[in-house]
């Protein structure tokens, strides 16, 4: 009798293994950890330069390939094993395809601020990003992208075949995440808004800040809580703090950056959650607050409307004033925060990762058959 032999998938663990997590790490670790969960009848391969500090999945039908870690990781180190022992298709969970290796790829390109927002990046790391997504959107047979305003751009961007890309909305961790657990204390002793993300020019902190000291004038206990560590133009977002009116001031707080256990504290307690970025490839903490029964407000730009939906309040960001209202009537209208929150909470349970995994992984498979 012969033995099946499992197709041998290939998986870019190197952000997913990452102590300290943002958008792109959490993604990677939450779609490698459920893609492998859900299907035994492949065998996975996971490339990184290190173990997960955190549990991970133990099954037969996964192997881990450390690779030291060294500079151009990915395209020397990563690219040389794959070459010497290659899987049948690979894939990236963030924009950096090996160029120099033959086997098929499958890229997950979150986004292109690189291109709208470049200063928010050093020059050498900018230039990086660019060759390589540009090389990774040429080489990869099939493209993933968490928005159809992300695959928008790239189709815009590189001239690429719609076809080509597949849209994957993100999940958001279902275990963590939920109104159910018993959490301690407030973090902050008075009501609050909370915001999370790097403090910077393309998070648009400084018009959140403009739109809060509009209502600190008349609500005189809220708060603004930053949840985020300093960004390309802090140093105008901290000068402006800095010349806000005292009582104004010490209302805001800077947490710096956050892991998830304590970004739950803080959004399990928030009155509301405000998001306007200028531009996200998807923008992940919008399902989390709307997991914790936090009233959203975010940006209408971008991604922002197609996960936000008609269950958020979305504005434009040229005027503070309305964002303002928006607080005062969520703050002073009981009744019109609960409609949000019942909104919220139906519309977010249409996300999840392990629907996400699915679909990545059924890209994955039609990829290698190509």
């Not at 870690?69 to 690219?79: C, E, F, T, V, Y």
């Not at 690429?160 to 958001?172: L, T």
């Not at 989390?288 to 008609?310: F, T």
């Not at 409609?339 to 629907?355: E, H, L, P, R």
Request: proline share 8%; net charge positive; with cysteine.
């Amino acid at each position: 009798m012969v033995k099946e032999v499992k197709m041998i998938i290939g998986l870019d663990a190197s952000r997913a293994v990452r102590a300290i997590k943002t958008g792109t790490e959490y993604y990677s670790w939450e779609i490698l950890r459920q893609m492998v969960t859900a299907n035994q009848q492949y065998q996975f391969r996971l490339y990184a330069p290190s173990l997960p500090s955190e549990p991970f999945p133990q099954q037969p039908n996964i192997e881990w390939r450390l690779i030291a870690p060294k500079r151009l990781w990915s395209q020397i180190h990563l690219a040389n094993e794959l070459r010497k022992d290659p899987p049948d298709v690979l894939f990236i969970p963030s924009h950096v395809i090996p160029i120099l290796s033959t086997t098929p790829s499958v890229v997950t390109i979150h986004d292109l601020a690189y291109l709208f927002y470049p200063d928010s990046y050093a020059p050498l790391e900018r230039r990086y990003i660019a060759l390589s997504t540009a090389a990774s959107v040429s080489k990869a047979r099939a493209i993933i992208t968490p928005s159809e305003s992300t695959k928008a751009d790239i189709v815009k961007t590189f001239r690429c075949r719609p076809e080509k890309i597949s849209v994957i909305a993100h999940g958001y961790n279902r275990e963590l995440f939920n109104t159910h657990k018993l959490l301690e204390k407030p973090p902050v002793d008075e009501p609050y808004i909370l915001s999370i993300g790097r403090l910077e020019e393309k998070k648009n902190t400084a018009f959140l800040i403009s739109a809060f000291t509009l209502f600190a004038k008349e609500n005189k206990q809220v708060k603004l809580v930053l949840a985020g560590k300093p960004g390309y133009g802090y140093k105008k977002i901290h000068q402006l703090i800095v010349a806000l009116p005292p009582e104004t001031r010490k209302r805001v707080i800077e947490t710096g950056y956050l892991p998830q256990y304590d970004i739950l504290r803080y959004l399990r307690y928030a009155k509301i959650f405000a998001f306007p970025s200028r531009y996200e490839g998807f923008g992940m903490p919008i399902l989390e607050a709307m997991a914790m029964n936090v009233p959203v407000i975010c940006a209408n730009s971008s991604s922002l409307p197609e996960v936000a939906d008609k269950a958020a309040i979305t504005l434009a960001t040229n005027e503070p004033l309305p964002w303002a209202a928006s607080f005062s009537r969520i703050f002073n209208q009981p009744q019109f925060a609960q409609k949000i929150i019942g909104a919220q909470t139906k519309w977010v349970d249409n996300f999840s990762w392990k629907k996400a995994a699915q679909k990545t992984l059924e890209v994955i498979i039609n990829a290698n058959k190509k």
